[in-house]
């Protein structure tokens, strides 16, 4: 069973950062391209922004233009955990924030297309950034 548990949220003030960590299981890791995403409250399920992904072997990052600069993508594949380091947050970046993997294995989902992504998730790490 795929498992995805992510941590590190918390509220901080403007310009402050955070590092959010998402621990994976029931999966090869090192198999998967990986994406965040981040989902408004009340939103449905199926819709969330794309944020970032990063493929299986760190090579190839991407990012969503609304973070590009102060979000920055990782993963250990060994410890089969994903991250995500915020810099310069701003009070629209306050969310609840989730680790999604695709599909397939040929999937690099930077989109916040729903049907790119498996329906595993997990609870999320709540991010709030206010004075």
């Known amino acids: 069973e795929v498992q995805l548990v992510e941590s590190g949220g918390g509220l901080v003030q403007p310009g402050e950062s955070l590092t959010l960590s998402c621990e994976a299981s029931g999966f090869s890791f090192s198999d998967w391209a990986m994406t965040w995403v981040r989902q408004a409250p009340g939103k449905p399920l199926e819709e969330f922004e794309y944020i970032s992904a990063i493929s299986k072997n760190s090579d190839k990052t991407d990012y969503a233009e609304s973070v590009r600069g102060r979000f920055t993508i990782s993963r250990d594949n060994a410890k089969q955990t994903l991250y995500l380091q915020l810099n310069n947050l701003k009070t629209e970046d306050t969310a609840m924030y989730y680790c999604?993997?695709?599909?397939?294995?040929?999937?690099?989902?930077?989109?916040?297309?729903?049907?790119?992504?498996?329906?595993?998730r997990g609870q999320g790490t709540q991010v709030t950034v206010s004075s």
């Open positions: 999604r993997k695709p599909k397939s294995t040929y999937h690099f989902c930077n989109t916040p297309m729903y049907s790119c992504y498996d329906r595993a």
